[in-house]
């Protein structure tokens, strides 16, 4: 039977070379010199598993976290376990892990092997913000890792600034009444364009120049009612 921890990432392939650090990154494993790496558990998660198991989208940023903290951020996709199940095969969850596996463990399922699932997230995310921060931040705004807030919120809070910038930002495409301000577009791709409509879509101001730019930045002016973008991934405030 075919097995899997985590379920693939998917991308535009224009994102740009700062998205594809992130896919590598996130999707790759630890290197060899990683010396100080857990060894792999031996529990797994099949494909009909993985399907039950919850999404976690969040809400669009820049809102933030919305899920409340009383709670798990999504319901898992049928029957769960009770909290008085949630016990591994041997030792015991913390109080930590078995906040973060309330209400997602579906039934028939090893709840190590969920918590194992959302250990990576954090694990991988730690490794991508150390080689790109940029590319970490991106991979939130964009959601390309949907269990990852819920991860990094109950599992690795050492992550939470990661959260707290990408809450500040918004990906990719149409943002509605975007907060004035200058922004940068978290990707080198030459094909990165944008434009800041006012009332009647009357375009205020747009960008880059033919040719693109390696560094491409908005000047977002109030008044502004609809930011369009196309092949820039992904928008920071510039501080």
Known sequence: MHTRTLRPLRRDAAAGAVALTALLVLAGCSSAG?????PKSPHRISDEQAAALPD????????????SSKGPSASSKGPVLPDA???????????????????????????????QAGQETCQR?????????????GALITKE?????????????????????????????ARKNPEPGTYRALTTAENCTWKALGSGDKV???????????????????GTRTFVSSGCYAWLPVR
């Open 34 to 38: 990683d010396t100080d790496a857990k």
């Open 56 to 67: 976690d989208q969040a809400s669009p940023a820049p809102q933030g976290p919305s899920a």
């Open 85 to 115: 199940q949630l016990t591994p095969a041997t030792g015991s969850f913390t109080a930590k892990e078995k906040k973060y596996l309330h209400g997602r463990v579906p039934r028939n399922m090893d709840p190590a092997a969920v918590l």
């Open 125 to 137: 995310f730690e490794r991508t913000a150390a080689h790109d921060k940029d590319a970490a931040i």
């Open 145 to 173: 890792v949907p269990t990852a807030e819920a991860a990094i919120k109950q599992l690795c809070p050492t992550l939470q600034p990661l959260l707290s910038a990408a809450a500040t930002g918004f990906a990719d495409g």
């Open 204 to 222: 205020l101001a747009s960008g880059p120049g033919p040719g693109g730019a390696k560094k491409v930045t908005a000047k977002v002016a109030a």
